[in-house]
């Protein structure tokens, strides 16, 4: 059993920056980012292997985002700069225990365990 405890949301201006967490129990597994707009579907963010070193992003948020682990910590992040009002969403972190090392995977099925959700709103 994998429990994910996300930190890190809040309210921001459009153009402000922020950092999300996502602090893992037990061993170093692949982890991803997923947000869900109000009235809209849950859409992927960002993914990051076991290791580290493969990371993959939805197109958006290229350039804005950038998903990096802690291994020691067990602890994943998401910095996010330039935010925009259309990236107000409730921000879920997700782990897929059955990743190999270097796998990671954009697809909300392949992750078995989620956390609870952290909220950002950015005002315009």
């Known amino acids: 059993q994998v429990q994910l405890v996300e930190s890190g949301g809040g309210l921001v201006q459009a153009g402000d920056s922020l950092r999300l967490s996502c602090a893992a129990s037990?061993?170093?597994?692949?982890m991803g980012w997923f947000r869900q707009g109000p009235g809209k579907d849950r859409d992927f963010v960002a993914a990051?292997?076991?290791?580290?070193?493969?990371?993959i992003y939805a197109d958006s948020m290229k350039g804005r985002f950038t998903i990096s682990r802690d291994n020691a910590k067990n602890t994943v992040y998401l910095q996010m700069n330039s935010l925009k009002a259309e990236d107000t969403a409730v921000y879920y972190c997700?782990?897929?225990?059955?990743?190999?090392?270097?796998?990671?995977?954009?697809?909300?099925?392949?992750?078995?365990?989620w956390g609870q959700g952290t909220q950002v709103t950015v005002s315009s």
């Open positions: 997700a782990a897929d225990s059955s990743a190999t090392t270097w796998r990671v995977t954009p697809h909300p099925y392949e992750y078995d365990y």
């Open positions: 990051i292997s076991r290791n580290g070193v493969s990371t």
């Open positions: 037990g061993r170093s597994i692949a």
